[in-house]
């Protein structure tokens, strides 16, 4: 112990430095002046490497190094969630991050399959005192003994199961099974399908593999970055800590709802809606609505103009229209197209008209004279609003909310479902937004004219700068300004456009900052959580983020719960993969209690007969509970009471259970699950808790519907009328507990409560010991 406290002290000594080196590079870098371009780059650049080596660094130290392998062959490596190095000329290595290919071995090394060690030590901490040792001999052959070996080898694992939840998910580095760590660190091409049911740490394991990613692929994921995609956003705030505490700062976190820059999808649709929203075939009609804003006229639109009323007939429009479609481009990018034809067409109609011989001769109108004509007609401002008309210019939020508003090319019941006007943007609108700016495509042609036109001011000042210094060669270098030094000093290695182009403002911001405002931007990976309830319309928005199919995908069919899932991985990824993708499944259940789990897998059963849940690791010893009531909000402010150690409802606000102190206790979390009509009586009962779109999971006590309660665990669960549940959404809800389980109810239990996993009756005193 004495040993391994001595090195945890020299090792947070050499990361106070090396967080020190970086926290003093960065204020030197800030300090800079930066008067030139380049010594503006330079600071940036530098702030934002040595800020973001501070930043895992300050993550990396709680628990920083957790393991040790002895090799036989004389190796020892301390093993930790970040790397760190010695300050000797070699560099050699302090610790050995988790990622790395020795350190391997730390997951996967068994008694029959050593993998060349003689003993791997799990060295337990809190802050930076270490406080237990748990040695596993491997090699049969070594005698020595260090006085912390164990029968147990699971003990570590068994410890962080049984440790009390804080409302925020731990990474599991120090825990990682074999069977996780191949997933983990299986290759990066490709399709990866890691399906697992309730607790088998599916979610944590993804995030795991996009720490290894980003270690393994750091010179490519870190220009293109990962994204995260998650359920809802209190599922989001509950892994946020994860890969920061794993020195991963760069990676996008959203849900499907934020997938689409400058729209907050704050709505909600019904399941009926959502599940019309989510069909593949919506493409299609967004597609044929696109092309019903490609009008012709009718009747035939007649133009003022100065020379004379022009004619826009179908004729025109028509032939207009279909030279444009042939085009193959988006609709606003293939707008221009028709415009120019419309006012070919109406220059030729005009020159028609005044240019023509009397005698039937040749029109009278030269070249020059029709270009003018044309040059009138293009800036006429009725032309314009007669194209307009035709073939408008959309947004995609204009598209989306006209579709809405009137939803043609859909049957009756489906348009009736979806039918709305005005009001705010829903998630299943998202992928209907992302849909439409691609059939619409963004004209920014104006832009970069804008842009060009800049460029070339800039090249042309650059030159004149050039041509100002060589003549002026003889002038005291001391006498000139920073610029014109640099200049000088490089005249006969840069020309005037390399000039201009060092002097631009660059973008500094992250990879992953600039992803989140750019809808086109392609991800180098995305991990996709509860990949199951997506839709077919949700799927098209991501494969767009995604070119190379570079993809984790999790989740676990079996808990498919959204109307408009996919459901199936064939579902999900033939479209887009076929057959080239790889499944693997997680099988055993870390989290919930194995009388929990055969309440909930009963629960499953009744539905689907052949249904097997993964093996739980552990038991409790608490049988689950139901209470029967009249009084809903009242039992259930009892039963949470008595779990979080505070005052019932009977007893009233002044008392406390013995030994309590009448307020929750600090460690643990406790949720209540029930069906969102019943949240505001309960919230009322229970003016503790948080509640909401995303309620806030470190507080002792939670509200949460089960679509909410996604991918959560709690140490205890309470479910509330689970009659009113589907049987989807209440598994997920049974299966959020790591270790104590009970329902309140004021009707019949559903099937799978009843019979031989019925639940025992309400303790006394729920969870007094815990």
């Known amino acids: ?367 020059d004279d029709i270009a003018q004509l044309g040059k009138a007609i293009a800036t006429s401002p009725r032309v314009h609003s007669a194209i307009e008309e035709l073939w408008p210019a959309l947004t995609p939020e204009r598209l989306v909310a006209d579709f809405l508003a009137e939803p043609v090319h859909l049957p009756e019941a489906d348009a009736a479902a979806i039918r709305r006007d005005g009001g705010p943007w829903t998630p299943a609108d998202v992928p209907l937004l992302d849909e439409a700016a691609e059939l619409l495509g963004e004209d920014d042609s104006a832009a970069r004219a804008a842009a060009e036109a800049e460029r070339q001011e800039r090249i042309a000042y650059a030159q004149g700068v050039l041509d100002l210094s060589y003549g002026s060669r003889t002038q005291e270098f001391e006498d000139r300004d920073d610029e014109e030094s640099e200049v000088l000093a490089a005249h006969d290695l840069v020309d005037a456009e390399r000039l201009a182009e060092r002097h631009e403002e660059a973008d500094h911001r992250s990879a992953a900052q600039r992803a989140a405002a750019d809808r086109t931007w392609a991800f180098g990976h995305i991990i996709v959580d509860e990949a199951q309830e997506l839709s077919a319309m949700a799927w098209r928005l991501l494969m767009r983020r995604c070119p190379t199919r570079s993809m984790t995908l999790v989740g676990d069919p079996a808990q498919t719960a959204e109307p408009g899932g996919c459901g199936s991985w064939e579902a999900i990824l033939t479209p887009y993969v076929g057959d080239r993708w790889e499944h693997v499944r997680l099988g055993v259940n870390y989290r919930t209690p194995a009388q929990i789990m055969e309440v909930a897998a009963a629960v499953l059963r009744s539905a689907h007969p052949s249904f097997e849940p993964p093996r739980s690791v552990r038991a409790t010893g608490e049988r689950p509970w139901a209470r029967r009531t009249d009084d809903l909000p009242g039992a259930v402010a009892d039963a949470v009471a008595r779990a979080v150690g505070g005052p019932s409802h009977e007893e009233g606000p002044g008392a406390a259970r013995e030994g309590g102190s009448g307020t929750a206790r600090e460690e643990g979390r406790l949720a209540v699950i029930a069906p969102r009509r019943h949240h505001a009586a309960l919230s009322a009962a229970l003016p503790g808790a948080s509640a909401g779109v995303s309620p806030d999971l470190t507080r002792p006590v939670v509200l949460l519907d089960p679509r909410q309660a996604k991918g959560l665990e709690f140490d205890t669960v309470i479910v509330v009328e689970p009659a009113e549940f589907g049987v989807s959404d209440l598994y997920v809800a049974l299966t959020r507990a790591t270790q104590r389980l009970g329902v309140v109810h004021t009707g019949a239990l559903p099937p799978g409560l009843t019979g031989p996993t019925a639940l025992a009756a309400e303790p006394d005193a729920v969870g007094a010991a815990g």
Request: aromatic fraction near 4%.
């Open 1 to 367: 112990m004495r040993h391994e406290q001595e090195f945890m002290d020299l090792l947070h000594e050499r990361l106070a430095e090396l967080r020190a080196g970086a926290a003093d590079a960065v204020r030197e870098a800030l300090a800079q002046d930066g008067h030139t371009f380049q010594a503006r780059l330079e600071r940036d650049v530098l702030v934002a490497e040595q800020s973001g080596l501070l930043a895992a660094f300050e993550a990396g130290e709680n628990g920083l190094c957790f393991g040790r392998l002895v090799f036989r062959d004389g190796r020892d490596h301390h093993i930790g969630r970040i790397g760190v190095r010695r300050a000797d000329a070699e560099r050699t290595p302090l610790v050995v991050d988790w990622r790395a290919e020795v350190a391997r071995p730390f997951y996967l090394a068994t008694g029959y399959t050593p993998m060349g060690l003689r003993r791997r030590r799990h060295i337990s901490t809190e802050g930076r005192r270490v406080t237990a040792l748990h040695d596993e001999i491997l090699d049969l052959a070594d005698t020595e003994r260090t006085g912390h070996e164990g029968t147990d080898a699971d003990a570590v694992l068994l410890a962080s199961l049984d440790a009390a939840r804080t409302g925020r998910m731990h990474d599991i580095v120090q825990t990682i099974q074999a069977e996780q760590d191949r997933i983990i660190r299986a290759p990066h091409r490709g399709v990866l399908v890691v399906e697992g049911g309730p607790g088998t740490g599916k979610t944590v394991v993804a995030l795991h593999r996009a720490a290894f990613l980003l270690y393994a692929h750091r010179e490519l994921l870190a220009r293109r970055a990962v994204l995260v995609v998650g359920p809802n956003p209190a599922f989001l705030g509950y892994i946020s800590e994860v890969l920061p505490s794993l020195g991963e700062t760069g990676v996008l976190l959203a849900t499907p709802g934020e997938l689409f820059p400058g729209v907050t999808a704050t709505g909600t649709d019904t399941p009926e809606a959502a599940e019309v929203k989510g069909r593949a075939a919506m493409a299609d009609a967004l597609a044929r609505f696109v092309r019903d804003r490609q009008s012709l006229p009718d009747p035939a639109l007649v133009i003022d103009h100065e020379d004379g009323e022009l004619l826009l007939d179908a004729r025109i429009a028509a032939e207009a229209r279909r030279r444009a479609r042939e085009t193959g481009l988006p609709h606003n990018l293939a707008r221009p197209h028709f415009a120019f034809r419309v006012i070919d067409a109406l220059t030729a109609q005009l020159a028609d008209r005044i240019g023509a011989d009397p005698y039937g001769g040749e029109n009278l109108l030269g070249p």
